[in-house]
């Protein structure tokens, strides 16, 4: 899928289709990436692995980031260990949450899958 293409999942506010293009940004700054479209959300896919669950909400979106850890940080509004290795945390963005904190995490979710 393209980096200018919208998926239809994603379309609909004007908050969500602002943070999706704040992240989609970031992400493409990271290298190579994927996105798969499902029935319900996207995943971000790197050296074949998903890194990142992208899930429409009303205002924004709720990521769920692949991490090795469970993020202490207020934010993470749920971390659950998928396995040894991984944890799932889930946090919600809005416009304007995308900071370098954010991009951080993206950054180390990414580096997991290569």
Not at 20 to 28: D, F, K, P, R, V
Not at 59 to 71: F, K, N, W
């Amino acid at each position: 899928m393209g980096k200018s293409v919208i998926p239809s999942i994603i379309q609909g506010t004007e908050g969500r289709l602002l943070i999706y293009g704040e992240l989609m940004e970031a992400l493409h700054s990271l290298g190579p990436i994927e996105i798969e479209e499902k029935k319900t959300c996207l995943h971000v896919v790197a050296g074949g692995r998903a890194f990142l669950g992208v899930h429409p909400r009303k205002a924004g979106l709720r990521v769920t980031l692949v991490m090795r850890d469970e993020i202490r940080d207020p934010r993470i509004l749920k971390a659950e260990r998928a396995s040894k290795n991984r944890v799932y945390n889930d946090l919600n963005l809005l416009p304007g949450d995308c900071d370098e904190m954010v991009k951080g995490w993206l950054r180390e979710a990414y580096e997991l899958c290569l």
